[in-house]
């Protein structure tokens, strides 16, 4: 059993930062797809970045591309999400998601079912 706790959500005005944690427990595989969703309210769920672990590869949303960056640390087994320029559509609940033993695809890296694992979510608001 895989668990992921998120931390490092909170409130800040436009154009800020804040630094996401996803701290991963249980067994992982040295590849793994780490995935990092939102969800506002009144909207569907959507795929933020991914990293696949020990690999690097990456992948972003467009809305986010130029201001956020996944990275990993593989020692303390966390994914972080390095949030710049943060904009009020920015706001939502931020989700870490795990796909075990298996590398990120661009097709598929963004599609919720794909995830087995999810944490319980960490809340970003950014004010205008």
């Known amino acids: 059993q895989v668990q992921l706790v998120e931390s490092g959500g909170g409130s800040v005005q436009a154009g800020g930062s804040l630094r996401l944690s996803c701290a991963a427990s249980g067994y992982m595989y040295s590849r793994d797809c780490l995935g990092w969703f939102r969800q506002a309210p009144g909207k569907e769920r959507e795929g933020v970045a991914s990293?696949?672990?020990?690999?690097?590869?990456?992948f972003y949303a467009d809305s986010v591309k130029g201001r956020f960056t996944i990275s990993q640390d593989n020692a303390k087994n966390t994914v972080y999400l390095q949030m710049n320029s943060l904009k009020p559509e920015d706001t939502a609940m931020y989700y870490c998601?795990?796909?075990?033993?298996?590398?990120?695809?661009?097709?598929?890296?963004?599609?919720?079912?794909?995830?087995?694992?999810w944490g319980q979510g960490t809340q970003v608001t950014v004010s205008s």
């Open positions: 990293i696949t672990t020990g690999g690097g590869i990456t």
């Open positions: 998601a795990a796909s075990l033993a298996r590398y990120c695809s661009g097709g598929l890296w963004s599609v919720e079912y794909e995830y087995n694992y």
